[in-house]
C-alpha cells in the first residue's frame, strides 16, 4: 500500500534506508524522531503522510535558506500547495504567502515567526495532520548559536494535540531523546539508520602554523571539484577567498553577516557551478541541495563531532566519492575555544539577570524569552548540561588531530555507533586515500599591466 502511494506520489520504485519505518510510525500517530544521514530523503517522510492523510502539515524549520530550498524543490516536483513565510521577504511576498496559508498543505515556517502571539491565531483554524520540526538537532543545541524560540516549540505543539510530531536530523546524539521528550512534554518513538556515509573518505593534516595551511589550500583546491571551505571566523572567511581569488578562481564567501539577497546570490552561483569553490562559515550548508559537492575542507576543526558530521554530509549526494579534509595548527585551538565559550550563558549571568543587573543585551532577550516558558532554576541546569556537554564535544572533535586509528570509527562511537562497516575509502589513517581529480578552472583573468597589454597589442 505504501510502495503504491510512494509511486503515485513521487514516481519512485522502492523507499531509501529508514523512510518506510519513519512514515508507517507517523501513519500510526506515533511522535517519530527520524534520524537519518544527509540525503536520505528526510522530506519524502513527510510529505507522503501529508498526501495520504490529506490533511496540512506545518513545518518548523530554523534557516530561511533551508525553507527556500525545500519550498524551491516541492515546487519543481509540482506541488503548489505551499506557504513559507520569513525575514529575507519583501512584504508583499509576505503578505501573500500569509494569505495562503489557510488553503496550503504544506506551511513552512520559523519558530521565531511562530511564538509572536498574532501569529500563532493565524494557525488556529487549521486542522493540522502533522507538524515537522526539521534539523531537530537544534533543538537541543543550547548556547553561543542558540535560538530560544526553538526551545519554546512545546508551546506550539501544545495548541495541536491532534497533530503527530515528526522530528527530523542528520546527527543525533544519545541525549537528543530526552531532550524533546522533556521540551514537547511527549514521548517519542526513536527510528534510526546509521549517520555514516560511505562515499566520503576522512582524512586530517596538522601545520605548523596559517601560512602552511593556505599553501597545501592553494595547491589542493586546483583539483578538488565542487568544494566548500570551512572557516570559523568571519574575517579569515574574507581573507582567505580573496588569496583563492588571486590565485585565479572564482570564489564567493558566506557568513551570518551577510545580507539574505548576498547570501542567496552566492549559494546559487555555487549551486549552478558558476563558481567551484565557497569559503563559508558555519552558517552555509543546511538544506543547500547541490549533489555534486565533492571535498569538503575545514581550514579549521569545528567545535563538535555533530557539526563535523553535519558539515561533511553535505559533499556527495550523489553517491558519487567525496572526500573530507580538515586542517589543524597549534594556534587554532585558542579561535576555537573563544568561538565556543564566550558567549556561553553561565549560572553568575543567570544570577545578574534575576537581579536585573545583567548587561549582555543578547543574553538578556534570550533569557527573558526562555523566562516566559522555563524557571531559572530550569534554565540553571539547561546551561550548565549545556557547557558541558559542548565540553565533551569539543574535546572529543580536537581529539581527531591526534588520532591515528580509524576515524570513521572515532566519530561514529561518539554517536553510539559501535557496528561499523568500513568502506574502501575510509580514512587517512585506515586505508591508502587517492585524493580526488577534478580540475576546477582557473576562471579569473588577471589585469594586465601596461607592458602585458602592449605585447598582446603586437601577438
Ligand atoms: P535529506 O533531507 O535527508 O538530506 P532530501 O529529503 O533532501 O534528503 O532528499 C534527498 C534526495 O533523495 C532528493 O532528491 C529526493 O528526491 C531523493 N529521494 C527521496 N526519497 C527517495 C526514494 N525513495 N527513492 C529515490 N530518491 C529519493
Ligand atoms: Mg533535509
Excluded at 31 to 41: A, D, E, F, K, V
Excluded at 89 to 100: A, G, I, V, W
Excluded at 297 to 324: K, V, W
Excluded at 381 to 387: E, G, L, S, V
Aim: a negative charge; one cysteine or more; aromatic letters at 10%.
Amino acid at each position: 500500500m505504501l510502495h503504491d502511494a510512494l509511486k503515485k506520489w513521487f514516481g519512485f520504485d522502492s523507499f531509501k534506508d529508514g523512510q518506510e519505518a519513519i512514515i508507517s510510525s507517523v501513519l500510526n500517530q506515533t511522535n517519530t524522531l527520524g534520524i537519518l544521514p544527509t540525503g536520505s530523503g528526510k522530506s519524502l517522510c513527510y510529505q507522503l503522510p501529508t498526501y495520504i492523510n490529506q490533511k496540512p502539515t506545518l513545518i518548523v524549520s530554523p534557516l530561511i535558506s533551508l525553507m527556500d530550498d525545500q519550498v524551491m524543490q516541492m515546487k519543481l516536483n509540482g506541488e503548489t500547495s505551499v506557504s513559507c513565510v520569513h525575514s529575507g521577504m519583501d512584504e508583499q511576498e509576505r503578505q501573500f504567502n500569509l494569505s495562503k496559508i489557510k488553503s496550503s498543505r504544506f506551511i513552512f515556517l520559523s519558530p521565531e515567526f511562530l511564538l509572536q502571539p498574532f501569529n500563532i491565531k493565524l494557525l488556529n483554524h487549521l486542522d493540522l495532520g502533522l507538524i515537522v520540526l526539521d534539523e531537530a538537532h537544534c533543538l537541543s543545541e543550547w548556547g553561543y548559536d542558540f535560538r530560544p524560540h526553538y526551545a519554546l516549540i512545546g508551546k506550539i505543539t501544545r495548541q495541536f494535540p491532534q497533530a503527530t510530531i515528526l522530528a527530523l536530523t542528520a546527527t543525533a546524539q544519545p541525549y537528543l531523546l530526552n531532550d524533546i521528550n522533556h521540551m514537547l512534554n511527549t514521548k517519542f518513538t526513536e527510528i534510526k539508520t546509521t549517520m555514516n556515509r560511505d562515499n566520503i573518505s576522512l582524512s586530517h593534516l596538522n601545520f605548523d602554523n596559517d601560512e602552511g595551511k593556505l599553501s597545501w589550500l592553494l595547491e589542493f583546491i586546483q583539483h578538488s571539484g565542487p568544494t566548500i571551505i570551512y572557516v570559523s571566523s568571519k574575517k579569515i572567511c574574507l581573507t582567505l577567498a580573496q588569496a583563492i581569488y588571486k590565485e585565479g578562481y572564482l570564489t564567493g564567501i558566506y557568513h551570518g553577516d551577510l545580507t539574505y539577497q548576498e547570501r542567496h546570490t552566492v549559494q546559487h552561483q555555487f549551486i549552478n557551478n558558476e563558481i567551484p569553490i565557497i569559503v563559508a562559515t558555519s552558517a552555509f550548508g543546511m538544506g543547500i541541495n547541490k549533489k555534486d559537492i565533492r571535498t569538503i575542507i575545514h581550514f579549521h576543526l569545528p567545535t563538535s563531532p555533530s557539526s563535523y558530521m553535519q558539515e561533511i554530509g553535505r559533499a556527495g549526494r550523489d553517491g558519487e566519492m567525496s572526500q573530507a579534509i580538515s586542517l589543524y595548527q597549534p594556534d587554532d585551538s585558542f579561535l576555537l575555544e573563544t568561538l565556543l565559550f564566550t558567549d556561553s550563558i553561565t549560572e553568575d549571568d543567570i544570577t545578574l539577570f534575576e537581579s536585573g543587573d545583567l548587561i549582555d543585551p543578547i543574553k538578556l532577550e534570550m533569557l527573558t524569552i526562555l523566562n516566559d516558558y522555563y524557571s531559572l532554576n530550569e534554565l540553571i541546569t539547561i546551561f550548565n548540561t549545556a557547557y558541558q556537554r559542548k565540553q565533551i564535544a569539543y574535546k572529543k572533535m580536537i581529539g581527531y588531530k591526534m588520532l591515528d586509528s580509524c576515524r570513521r570509527q572515532f566519530l561514529l562511537n561518539y554517536f553510539g555507533e559501535h557496528d561499523i562497516t568500513k568502506p574502501v575509502n575510509c580514512c587517512d589513517n585506515d586505508s591508502e586515500l587517492k585524493n580526488l581529480a577534478i580540475y576546477n578552472r582557473k576562471k579569473v583573468k588577471r589585469k594586465m599591466n601596461y607592458n602585458e597589454k602592449l605585447q598582446n597589442l603586437f601577438n
